[in-house]
């Protein structure tokens, strides 16, 4: 039996030979999928002031003649990609505004500082609250509800990581002295204000908000959002009032959302958020814990290279401060705290390790 080859055939034989093979063109002319994506050139920047079921109210041109809110969406590239208020965002399409109108989110611009919490201590997962803000305002009731230093303390912690400035106002002094919480952050370098029924210290605390992206944060029933609402009388934020039962306070800021803050000064940012009930630090490098607790971070210096702090860390001078007497008793309440703190973060790697 003999082999056949191409001679063997006629002249059709070609039709079949793949380097010869004729592609067919595009029935529907459109063009082949690239991921490469456009540029966007013309892409104005705006200001994120709130998200709202998928949708972002955007400032554009702000302080500028044209200035004005647009809704966007976001790009479909961008579906994983966090978008928070705050954001500088770079929006495509209609941006006019206009009545119906939808334009496009295709970027954001680098951030220059980002506040986070987690559910808990152990939890990873973190959730961005503001991004951009460079103070926070925490807002802590005297009474109804009790104030809860340990809170704070997170907040602090929060806060410092995020190399934002904290503030502190005390709501409610009419219904209890302020003194003996605040001696709690005695040394600490934080302006403090106080608040009672009637003599709301507007005028002060908006002089700090001049020239600033200020985030207020505190847990539910303190009187934060009644303050947003003294300070931007177009704000309309909800109130309520507090659980007589449990003390708690009733959640009604559901939202984040930066609202514009004015005086005869200048103007300001002021970020309202929801209340919270716990503050979650699992985001946060244990280090830069003790940057919150500055007149014990003074201390810890003597402390031996890796020092943990804890209450069995040998030659901690912290430790050897406080067994000296030298800790006066709000300073022995912060290291407390501080140890407590410590503590979540050292079980946490412990259970991770021994996974």
């Known amino acids: ?30 063009r082949p999928r690239t991921k490469r994506r456009p540029a966007h050139e013309d892409a104005e920047i705006g200001r994120v002031l709130g998200v709202d079921r998928g949708r972002y109210s955007v400032m554009v041109d702000e302080g500028g003649p044209d200035e004005r809110v647009i809704t966007t969406t976001r790009a479909r590239e961008l579906r994983r990609t966090p978008i928070v208020t705050g954001d500088q965002a770079r929006v495509v399409g209609d941006t006019s505004g206009a009545e119906g109108t939808l334009a496009r989110i295709v970027g954001t611009a680098e951030r220059t500082s980002l506040l986070r919490r987690s559910a808990d201590d152990t939890d990873q997962v973190e959730r961005v609250i503001v991004a951009n803000a460079d103070q926070m305002l925490i807002v802590v009731a005297a009474a109804d509800p009790e104030p809860r230093p340990r809170l704070v303390d997170r907040y602090l912690v929060a806060a410092l990581d995020a190399g934002i400035r904290p503030l502190l106002v005390v709501t409610k002094t009419d219904l209890a002295d302020p003194a003996p919480f605040l001696s709690h952050f005695d040394g600490l370098d934080l302006r403090v204000f106080t608040s009672a029924r009637g003599e709301m210290p507007t005028d002060a605390i908006g002089a700090e908000l001049v020239g600033h992206s200020t985030v207020f944060v505190g847990h539910s029933g303190v009187g934060k959002s009644t303050l947003v609402n003294a300070l931007v009388p177009s704000a309309g934020r ?8 449990t003390g708690r306070g009733r959640h009604t800021s559901s939202s984040t959302v930066s609202l514009r803050y004015e005086n005869a000064a200048g103007t300001g940012w002021v970020i309202d958020t929801p209340g919270v009930r716990s503050f979650g630090l699992g985001h946060v490098d244990p280090a830069n814990i003790l940057a919150a607790f500055t007149e014990l971070a003074a201390i810890a210096e003597d402390c ?15 430790i050897e401060a406080a067994q000296r007497g030298e800790l006066g008793p709000a300073e022995l309440a912060r290291l407390d705290s501080l140890q407590r ?3 979540t973060f050292a079980d946490k790697a412990d259970s991770r390790d021994a996974k």
């Not at 039996?1 to 191409?6: N, R, V």
């Not at 909800?238 to 039962?245: D, K, L, P, R, S």
Request: proline share 9%; charged share 25%.
């Open 1 to 30: 039996m003999s082999w056949l080859g191409p001679d063997d055939f006629d002249d059709d034989y070609e039709e079949f030979d793949e380097s010869s093979i004729r592609t067919r063109p595009n029935p529907k002319a459109n």
């Open 238 to 245: 909800a109130t309520g009032h507090v659980n007589q039962v």
């Open 304 to 318: 031996p290279r890796g020092c943990t702090h804890l209450v069995d860390a040998p030659d901690c001078a912290l």
């Open 341 to 343: 703190l410590l503590q």
